[in-house]
């Protein structure tokens, strides 16, 4: 029994590691111990050794409040793999599946959008924040995805988040916020659970194929929400010169948030063609086994 910060250098063989966090995807206490003789099968699935450095198997459920996982590794490599488990917290598409449930129950209730942001976005906010540990598993390597890529994705949205609809109250009501919650919200149910299949080695094709042809709609969808959603906030950031910054001053700088915003919406005009294209060419790659040379970001 230990904590997160167990010497894992000093450890061989395969191990177990069971871990219980007070809500999904949070740090918690970790039990390992050696899996010889252990591993039994875990909610009918058999956890055995494949040979890799990553977590061979992983496993979580729980509820709403608290999550289990279950995982078993070898430590042929010094590497913290109990860590990278953690940190990648493969039961992010049960996170988001609260905001898709969150979402519906507040439409079947109310039947209307108008509140909708209002009920969910603290949630929203905690995950969506949450997603910038993508960028640290990219820079850590712990994930081989192009840190470019998970940046400009992960910074786009904290900035919508944050930025645009949570500093703009008039906004939250419009019906392009509903567009990129709901495209953000599906996208992520889908590629989260094509990681957790794909670590279990039980990948259903559905899954897979929803991966890589359900952005082909929701990437302009959540886009266009996005954009939408600024345009819409440009009159009031004009009127208010909210986190705008006015000459003179002592520090003789001038910001205008208005501007920022019209830079920003321009932004988006080379960046997002090449995410999207990146799409493509994994959606080649990962369903018509294309192989793709791709040039270093
Ligand atoms: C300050 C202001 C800045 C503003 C900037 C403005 C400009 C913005 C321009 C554009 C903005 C776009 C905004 C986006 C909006 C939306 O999201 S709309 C909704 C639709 N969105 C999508 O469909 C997103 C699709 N895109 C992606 O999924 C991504 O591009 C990606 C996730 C960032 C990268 O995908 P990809 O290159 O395919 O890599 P990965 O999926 O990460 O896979 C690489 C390998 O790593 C493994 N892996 C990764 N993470 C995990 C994990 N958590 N657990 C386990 N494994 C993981 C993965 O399995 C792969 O492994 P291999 O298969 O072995 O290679």
Redesign the pocket.
């Known amino acids: 029994m230990g904590s997160l910060f167990l010497p894992f250098g000093a450890l061989s063989d395969r191990f177990l590691c069971m871990g219980m966090t007070p809500y999904p995807g949070a740090p918690g206490l970790v039990s390992l111990w050696p899996s010889s003789g252990c591993p039994p099968p875990v909610a009918g699935l058999r956890l055995q050794d494949n040979g890799l450095t990553r977590p061979n198997k992983q496993l979580a459920f729980g509820s709403e409040h608290f999550s289990f996982f279950f995982f078993c590794f070898s430590t042929d490599t010094f590497e913290p793999i109990c860590v990278k488990c953690l940190v990648?917290?493969?039961v992010?598409d049960r996170r988001w599946l609260v905001l898709a449930i969150a979402m519906v129950r507040f439409y079947m209730e109310k039947g209307t959008h108008k509140g909708l942001y209002k009920s969910v976005q603290k949630t929203l906010k905690f995950f969506q924040t949450f997603a910038l540990l993508?960028i640290v598993?990219c820079l850590i390597g712990i994930?081989?995805?192009?840190v470019i890529?998970?940046g400009?994705?992960v910074?786009?949205?904290i900035?919508m988040v944050w930025l645009v609809t949570h500093s703009i109250k008039p906004i939250q009501n419009e019906e392009s916020v509903v567009l990129?919650l709901v495209?953000?919200t599906v996208?992520e149910i889908t590629?989260?659970s094509?990681?957790t299949f794909?670590?279990l080695d039980h990948l259903p094709y559905f899954i897979k194929w929803a991966r890589y042809n359900?952005?082909i709609i929701?990437?302009p969808?959540?886009?266009a929400g996005?954009l939408l959603t600024i345009y819409a906030a440009l009159p009031y950031v004009k009127k208010t010169g909210m986190f705008s910054i006015r000459l003179p001053n002592k520090y003789n700088i001038s910001f205008d948030y208005y501007y920022f915003l019209l830079i920003?919406m321009a932004?988006?005009i080379p960046?997002?063609p090449q995410?999207y294209f990146?799409?493509l060419r994994?959606r080649r790659k990962?369903l018509h086994g294309e192989v793709i040379v791709e040039k270093d970001d």
């Open positions: 990648l917290g493969q992010r993508e598993h994930v081989p995805t192009s890529v998970a400009v994705q910074s786009s949205r900035f990129f495209s953000w996208t590629r989260y094509f990681y794909s670590l359900f952005f929701l990437y969808v959540g886009v996005e920003t932004s988006y960046l997002f995410l990146h799409m994994q990962v």
